[in-house]
């Protein structure tokens, strides 16, 4: 979660980006995830959604290698 925490506070100084939010929730069996919400320009949709899931993929790779 703190590697979670540094990612969101990455987003939320990213051009375009107005807020992001998380909160835990229960997923599937009971297990406890995180959910994130992030409000940006329309103009700056793409480019979020790129760093969202390219900072994913860099941090799976990392995990996992």
Do not use: N
């Not at 969101?8 to 929730?25: A, I, N, P």
Request: glycine content about 4%; overall charge negative.
């Amino acid at each position: 979660s703190e590697d979670l925490a540094v990612a969101l506070e990455h987003l939320r100084d990213s051009e375009g980006v107005l807020d992001v939010t998380q909160w835990s929730v229960y997923g599937k069996k009971g297990r406890i995830v995180f959910s994130v919400q992030i409000l940006a320009r329309p103009e700056a949709s793409e480019t979020v959604m790129v760093m969202v899931f390219i900072s994913f993929l860099v941090r799976f790779l990392i995990v996992y290698k």
